[in-house]
T-cell receptor, first 114, second 111 residues
Framework: DGGITQSPKYLFRKEGQNVTLSCEQN?????MYWYRQDPGQGLRLIYY???????QKGDIAEGYSVSREKKESFPLTVTSAQKNPTAFYLC?????????????FGQGTRLTVV | KQEVTQIPAALSVPEGENLVLNCSFT??????LQWFRQDPGKGLTSLLL???SQREQTSGRLNASLDKSSGRSTLYIAASQPGDSATYLC??????????WGAGTKLIIKP
């Protein structure tokens, strides 16, 4: 079964703690993305990567970090510097040819600060 | 800077009605436009993707149109069913492949 897998589905973070969200895809896509979704707002891009060992900041990268050591994996770390991390986090992947950039999404991770 | 707007933010209609969801964007220089469906607490499911050279795409009871010159796309849902209740999002892809998102339309189909 091809697709994108995010884990865990729910995550609780204490104040001052770093947590890592997992995203794995077996679609052989070049590009992977992390988005944050807050109620009543559109998705906001945190980081994206179009090739292994390279990634770029999105619109709201502060307080987050990523790595892309393998094509299949793009983990997101929410650091203690992110002051308001409670949100729904979505990972996506796509090809990067102009004729084929359809994005596919995982099922999301809901992060709550306790 | 590209901006994407979806109006209305919420819509409630009786089962069986045909309906139209709207998406507008400010910069016509797009590669494609994609419509997604999101169920509560879930990820996004791609419904239709329209390339910039296309005018419309159809999948089952769904039809999406694209008018780049006016910066508009519509998602037409025929013979709506309670299972169509979800939030529908549109996103446009620009030259850097990045998706710019609307805030979505929450659709409720009443049995």
């Amino acid at each position: 079964d091809g697709g994108i897998t995010q884990s865990p589905k729910y995550l609780f973070r204490k104040e001052g703690q770093n947590v890592t969200l997992s995203c794995e895809q077996n679609l052989n896509h070049d590009a992977m993305y992390w988005y944050r979704q807050d109620p009543g707002q559109g998705l906001r891009l945190i980081y994206y990567s179009q090739i292994v060992n390279d990634f770029q900041k999105g619109d709201i990268a502060e307080g987050y970090s990523v790595s892309r050591e393998k094509k299949e994996s793009f983990p997101l770390t929410v650091t203690s510097a992110q002051k308001n991390p409670t949100a729904f986090y979505l990972c996506a992947s796509s090809w990067t040819q102009p004729s084929n950039t359809e994005a596919f999404f995982g099922q999301g991770t809901r992060l709550t600060v306790v | 800077k590209q901006e994407v707007t979806q109006i209305p933010a919420a819509l409630s209609v009786p089962e069986g009605e045909n309906l139209v969801l709207n998406c507008s964007f400010t910069d016509s220089a797009i590669y494609n436009l994609q419509w997604f469906r999101q169920d509560p607490g879930k990820g996004l499911t791609s419904l239709l993707l329209i390339q910039s050279s296309q005018r419309e795409q159809t999948s089952g009871r769904l039809n999406a149109s694209l008018d780049k010159s006016s910066g508009r796309s519509t998602l037409y849902i025929a013979a709506s069913q309670p299972g169509d209740s979800a939030t529908y999002l549109c996103a446009v892809a620009g030259s850097n492949y990045q998706l710019i998102w609307g805030a979505g339309t929450k659709l409720i189909i009443k049995p």
